[in-house]
Structure formats: C-alpha cells, structure tokens
C-alpha cells in the first residue's frame, strides 16, 4: 500500500525554527572566523612594520656608507655603525618573522652579511694606514656586502607586502563564499517553508478572504498537512453550511415577496371573481326567462373569468415554485405590467410607479426569476422612497459594441456585440451614498435596521441577472434618488444559463 509520510505543521515550524538555529550558527561562525583573520592580519601588519623598519634602516646604511666614502667623516661612520647593530637587533629579535618570509639560509647570510659588513667598515675607518687602491678594494667590497643586505632587506619586505595581499584575498573570498553559503541556506529554508506551511495558508486565506466579498467557493486540499487537511474540511464544512443557510435566507426572501405579492394579487383575483358572482346572480335572475344567446354570454363570461382567475393563481404558483431556470420568449411589456399589478398592494398612496416600456419588446428570460428581480428593486425603491416620490420603469433595445464607453460600471457578464435591452429602475429616494455604492451587491450587505433588511435583495437580483448573461449597474444622483440598470442580452438560446 501506498503510505505518504505526512509530517505534522508544528514538525515543520520546528524544523523551520532548526533551519534558523542553523543559519545563526553559520552567522556566528562567519563572526568567528572574520574575527580570527583579522586578528591573523593585525599580527601581519605589525610584523611588516618591523620588517618596513628593517629595509628602512638597510636604506640608511647605504646613506651613510656613501657619506662616509664622500667625506670620511668620523659622524657618519657612527651612525652607520648605529644602523648596522639596529639591523643586527630587529633580525635578533624578529628572527622567526623574517624566515617566514624566506628561507633560514637567506637571513644567515643576512646576519653573516651584517657582521662582515662591520668588519670591513671597521677596517675602512683606519684609511689613514690604507693605500688608494687598497682603500677602493675595501670600498667595492663594503659597497657590494651593502648592496646585498639593502638587495635582500627589500625582498623581504616585498614577500611580507605580497603575503598580505595574500592574506587579505583569501578572506574576502572565504568571506564571500561565506555570505553565499547563508544566503543559499536562507533561501532553502524560506522556499521550503513556504512550500510546505506559508503557501497553503496564504491560498486558505485568499479563499477565505474571498467569503467577504460573497464568494463562496470550496477549498481545494493541496498540502500533505495534517493540519491543513482539518482545517480545509472544517472550512469545506462551514462553506456548506453557508450555503445552506444562504439558501434558507433567499427561500425566505422569496416568501416575503411573496406576501406583498399576495396581497396584489387577492386585488388582482377580486375583479373576475366579482364578475363571476354578478354573472351568475343576473343567470340566477333571468333563469327561464332570458333568451338562450344571453345566458350563453353570461356563461361565456363566467369563462373567461375563471381564465383570467386561474392565470392569476397560475402566475402565483409559478413564482412560489422552485425549479430549474427556464427561459423562454417574453414581452417585457407585459413582464413590467404584471408585475406592477401584482405589486400594487404595496405601493402608497403617495408614491407614483409609472412606467414606459415599448411594446412588442421581445427578450429570452425566465419569466418568473425576472420578476422577483424586478419585485426585489421595487422593494427597495419603496424603502427608499419612505412612503412618498415617484419610481418609473423604462426600457431600450441597443447594440453593444466593444468601444462603447459606460459612465456607470456593470457587474455581471455583459458581452460586446450583442442586442441588449437596458432596463431601468428609477426613484428620487434617498439616494446612495458614496462608500456605500461598492458594497450594495455583496451577501448580507444593508444598511436597514436588523428585521428591516437581510441585505439580499441585491445579491439575488445580481445572480439572476447574472444566470441571464447580463449585467446590472448602479447609479446615485447627488441630490438623492438611485437608478439600476438592468442589461440583458436579447436572445439568450444559444447560451447556457449558470
Ligand atoms: P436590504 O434591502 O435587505 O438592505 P439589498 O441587498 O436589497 O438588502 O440592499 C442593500 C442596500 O442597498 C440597502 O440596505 C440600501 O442601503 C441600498 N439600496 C438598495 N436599493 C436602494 C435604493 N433604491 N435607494 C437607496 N438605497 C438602496
């Protein structure tokens, strides 16, 4: 069986805090070790300046030894000597330094050089007993012996110059390769961390972040993490849940529109039931004594009645039924004209709904989720209205075309190259006021008292709008009064709805 080694998010936030253990032991490594070459470099300079000194005092006696042979001046013969036994006491004191620049053979010649340099200076100091050709024998010598000790003085100093360059080199490499190898490390761990803890949090929390805007969409399990795993069910769950309750919330939208519906509609049926009842009153009456072509009006009348009667019912039953979306030729004419009927129960007195729709207007929509849009926006208007204005219904066909520009935003799924019906929805109420414009479509959105609103309204007229292949925009005149527009594509049989 296939067995995946799942390790828990506490196991990898430790392994994580391991990963920083180890880059601060690698920090403070790399602070040890610079701290160490410095201390290693501070040594070398101190040595190179002994050894600066001692290629300076080898200039000296060479400075000396030329004043000497120029003037023979007994001064300059003692400060030579002085320099001789100040070379003689830092190649004493500093032997070691010395042979590590180079080899133990070169500096007792170095030292033999010195002490015989002495000896023949010694001899040159008597000149006076001296010959001129035996005096310039000794000056070639002393000059050559000199030569030589300045020669290797100055090799010295060049090696111990070159091995501070050395030096210094190879730290800042080691430094650098260093600072490397930590940044490698630093990276490692973050991409892994991220990898394994960071990432699926952050798409957890895009998702849940997602919820505030009305999304709700289920979480897609993309990690090994126990934890993750249970906390993505629990959301899974609570997004159900939501959803549940989302739809309990608009079946009891439904109903509440449906009781204002109600009571149109009881004045809606009044009308063919009164003319029903006075037809068979005045047939009760006239039973034997009218003739035959009267009473089969009256009977014909009693007809259409119960028709008109049960279109009404039908209608109603439509509305309350829940099924799939179904769309299907309509007049919107007609569409706006049953459903002001319908509403008329809860319209004012002092409000005025008037509308202006041209006839013969033909869209493909499901007729009855159209009209709880409509009754939705209705709803609103009214509570805007507080009981007095005006509400008018207007529509327009037009052709859209991709460089048409719009003053108001639509939301939905409006397409370019299409006949579209706009459909308005205008009241001088309140209005909308500015910070609240880009929230009024968002679930659970009001601004009414808690009872007063569920703030669902506009989210369910957005779907069906949306179901539709349309798309609905809202505007608010600074002076009060808001005006939503309804787009809607003409025909829609083509497309599939959502
Ligand atoms: P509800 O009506 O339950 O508050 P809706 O989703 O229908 O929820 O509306 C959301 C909010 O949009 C309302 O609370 C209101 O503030 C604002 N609104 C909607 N229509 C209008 C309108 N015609 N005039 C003023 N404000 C409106």
Same mark, same amino acid.
Request: net charge negative.
């Given at each position: 069986?296939?067995?995946k080694i799942q390790s828990s998010l506490r196991q990898k936030i430790t392994f994580g805090y391991y990963g920083y253990?180890?880059?601060?032991?690698?920090? +403070?490594?790399?602070?040890?070790?610079?701290?160490?070459?410095?201390?290693?470099?501070?040594?070398?300079?101190?040595?190179?300046?002994?050894?600066?000194?001692?290629?300076?005092?080898?200039?000296?006696?060479?400075?000396?030894? #030329?004043?000497?042979?120029?003037?023979?001046?007994?001064?300059?013969?003692?400060?030579?000597?002085?320099?001789?036994?100040? $070379?003689?006491?830092?190649?004493?004191?500093?032997?070691?330094?010395?042979?590590?620049?180079?080899?133990?053979?070169?500096?007792?010649?170095?030292?033999?050089?010195?002490?015989?340099?002495?000896?023949?200076?010694?001899?040159?100091?008597? /000149?006076?007993?001296?010959?001129?050709?035996?005096?310039?024998?000794?000056?070639?010598?002393?000059?050559?012996?000199?030569?030589?000790?300045?020669?290797?003085?100055?090799?010295?100093?060049?090696?111990? =110059?070159?091995?501070?360059?050395? &030096?210094?080199?190879?730290?800042?490499?080691?430094?650098?390769?260093?600072?490397?190898?930590? $940044?490698?490390?630093?990276?490692a761990i973050g991409m892994t961390l991220s990898k394994m803890v960071v990432r699926p949090l952050r798409h957890m929390?895009?998702?849940?972040?997602?919820?505030?805007?009305?999304?709700?969409?289920?979480?897609?399990i993309d990690s090994n993490e126990h934890e993750i795993i249970?906390i993505? /069910?629990?959301?899974?769950?609570?997004?159900?849940?939501?959803?549940? =309750?989302?739809?309990?919330?608009?079946?009891?939208?439904?109903? $509440?529109?449906?009781?204002?519906?109600?009571?149109?509609?009881? /004045?809606?049926?009044?009308?063919?039931?009164?003319?029903?009842?006075?037809?068979?009153?005045?047939?009760?009456?006239?039973?034997?004594?009218?003739?035959?072509?009267?009473?089969?009006?009256?009977?014909?009348?009693?007809?259409?009645?119960?028709?008109?009667?049960?279109?009404?019912?039908?209608?109603?039953?439509?509305?309350?039924?829940?099924?799939?979306?179904?769309? &299907?030729? +309509?007049?919107?004419?007609?569409?706006?004209?049953?459903?002001?009927?319908?509403?008329?129960?809860?319209?004012?007195?002092?409000?005025?709904?008037?509308?202006?729709?041209?006839?013969?207007?033909?869209?493909?929509?499901?007729?009855?989720?159209?009209?709880?849009?409509?009754?939705?926006?209705?709803?609103?208007?009214?509570?805007?209205?507080?009981? #007095?204005?005006?509400?008018?219904?207007?529509?327009?066909?037009?052709?859209?075309? $991709?460089?048409?520009?719009?003053?108001?935003?639509?939301?939905?799924?409006?397409?370019? /190259?299409?006949?579209?019906?706009?459909?308005?929805?205008?009241?001088?109420?309140?209005?909308?006021?500015?910070?609240?414009?880009?929230?009024?479509?968002?679930?659970?959105?009001?601004?009414?008292?808690?009872?007063?609103? &569920?703030?669902?309204?506009?989210? +369910?007229?957005?779907?069906?709008?949306?179901?539709?292949?349309?798309?609905?925009?809202?505007?608010?005149?600074?002076?009060?009064?808001?005006?939503?527009?309804?787009?809607?594509?003409?025909?829609?049989?083509?497309?599939?709805?959502?």
């Open positions: 069986m296939h067995m253990y180890a880059m601060a032991a690698l920090i +403070i490594g790399l602070s040890l070790f610079t701290f160490m070459e410095l201390r290693l470099i501070e040594g070398k300079i101190h040595s190179g300046t002994r050894i600066t000194e001692f290629f300076d005092v080898t200039l000296e006696i060479r400075r000396f030894e #030329k004043n000497y042979f120029l003037y023979r001046q007994l001064a300059d013969y003692w400060e030579n000597v002085g320099y001789i036994e100040k $070379a003689q006491s830092l190649l004493d004191k500093h032997g070691n330094d010395f042979e590590s620049l180079t080899s133990h053979k070169n500096i007792t010649n170095l030292r033999s050089n010195l002490v015989n340099y002495r000896l023949l200076l010694e001899q040159y100091s008597q /000149h006076a007993l001296l010959s001129p050709p035996q005096l310039e024998q000794l000056e070639a010598r002393i000059r050559n012996i000199g030569r030589a000790i300045t020669i290797e003085g100055e090799h010295i100093a060049n090696s111990e =110059r070159l091995m501070l360059q050395k &030096s210094l080199d190879r730290a800042r490499t080691f430094f650098f390769g260093y600072l490397a190898l930590i $940044a490698l490390v630093m990276i929390e895009t998702c849940i972040n997602g919820l505030t805007g009305g999304r709700l969409e289920k979480l897609k249970s993505t /069910h629990a959301f899974n769950h609570m997004i159900e849940e939501l959803e549940k =309750r989302q739809q309990c919330i608009t079946r009891s939208e439904k109903l $509440a529109s449906m009781g204002t519906l109600l009571s149109g509609v009881a /004045h809606e049926l009044n009308n063919p039931i009164s003319n029903i009842s006075s037809s068979c009153q005045i047939l009760q009456e006239e039973l034997g004594h009218a003739d035959i072509v009267f009473q089969k009006e009256m009977l014909e009348q009693i007809d259409n009645q119960t028709d008109r009667a049960r279109i009404i019912v039908r209608s109603l039953l439509d509305f309350a039924r829940d099924r799939e979306f179904k769309h &299907s030729d +309509i007049a919107l004419d007609k569409l706006v004209a049953e459903t002001i009927r319908f509403s008329k129960g809860m319209i004012p007195p002092n409000v005025t709904l008037t509308s202006d729709i041209p006839e013969n207007l033909m869209i493909t929509a499901d007729c009855q989720r159209l009209q709880q849009a409509l009754l939705n926006l209705l709803q609103n208007c009214l509570d805007a209205l507080g009981g #007095k204005g005006k509400i008018h219904i207007m529509a327009e066909k037009r052709f859209i075309t $991709a460089n048409d520009k719009n003053d108001i935003t639509f939301h939905g799924r409006c397409e370019a /190259h299409i006949e579209v019906v706009d459909l308005e929805i205008r009241d001088n109420g309140t209005g909308i006021a500015d910070d609240v414009l880009p929230r009024i479509f968002d679930p659970f959105f009001t601004t009414k008292d808690v009872g007063q609103g &569920s703030g669902l309204g506009l989210s +369910i007229v957005h779907d069906i709008i949306e179901q539709h292949h349309g798309c609905i925009a809202v505007s608010s005149a600074s002076g009060g009064g808001a005006t939503f527009t309804i787009r809607l594509p003409v025909q829609i049989s083509t497309l599939q709805p959502n």
